[in-house]
């Protein structure tokens, strides 16, 4: 079974800090994806990645970068947190050729001050 | 870019009723449809999906069906149970794999009463 793991289920943090929300995927993805949830509206793309150092912006990708320095690992970045960044973010995996069969981490519920 | 509507936003069925989702899509060049379900607390699991070439798909208690001729496609579960309960998203698609970008729809919440 794909397993992908989120490093934190819940996180607080203050308007201003700089968050980091990592992602690990188990099965030699090549694609990445991070994804925030909100009531309403949906799952909304932020970024992905489709190789090591490779990254493309997804629909709402202000307020936040990504590094992707192992084929493994997907890291979100907040470089300044704000309260409108309170949602639900969720990473995802999936192989190259199979693009959008994705598979999803349990989320990390933030929440900014 | 597309579009995809998810209706409706909840609904509650007895167990061992059948529960229908509709979800339309706008761009006609969409040609793969996943469907999520994500339960209390974890992330989207992906449970069936269909390819533009296929009409209807069947897994068990779940189908799919596709009507390419007016955009829509519904996810079909019969015999519901209460673990049946979740939050259902349909996706589309221009391809399953590529570059093509996977857009949600925006979610339903099924609640299976026993």
């Known amino acids: 079974d794909v397993k992908v793991t989120q490093s934190s289920r819940y996180l607080v943090k203050r308007t201003g800090e700089k968050v980091f929300l990592e992602c690990v995927q188990d099965?030699?993805?090549?694609?990445m994806f991070w994804y925030r949830q909100d009531p309403g509206l949906g799952l909304r793309l932020i970024y992905f990645s489709y190789d090591v150092k490779m990254k493309e912006k997804g629909d709402i990708p202000e307020g936040y970068s990504v590094s992707r320095e192992k084929k493994e690992r997907f890291s979100l970045i907040l470089e300044s947190a704000s309260t409108n960044q309170t949602s639900m973010y969720l990473c995802a995996s999936s192989l190259l050729d199979r693009a959008n069969t994705q598979y999803f981490g349990p989320g990390t519920r933030l929440t900014v001050l | 870019g597309e579009n995809v509507e998810q209706h409706p936003s909840t609904l509650s069925v007895q167990e061992g009723d059948s529960a229908v989702i509709k979800c339309t899509y706008s761009d006609s060049a969409s040609n793969y449809f996943p469907w999520y379900k994500q339960e209390l607390g974890k992330g989207p699991q992906l449970i069936i999906d269909i390819r533009s070439n296929v009409g209807e798909k069947k897994d068990q208690r779940i189908a799919v069906t596709l009507n390419k001729t007016a955009k829509h496609f519904s996810l079909h579960i019969t015999e519901t149970q209460p673990e049946d309960s979740a939050v259902y998203f349909c996706?589309?698609?221009?391809?399953?794999?590529?570059?093509?970008?996977?857009?949600f729809g925006k979610g339903m919440k099924l609640t299976v009463n026993p």
């Open positions: 099965m030699d993805h090549e694609n």
């Open positions: 996706a589309a698609s221009r391809s399953q794999g590529g570059s093509e970008k996977l857009v």
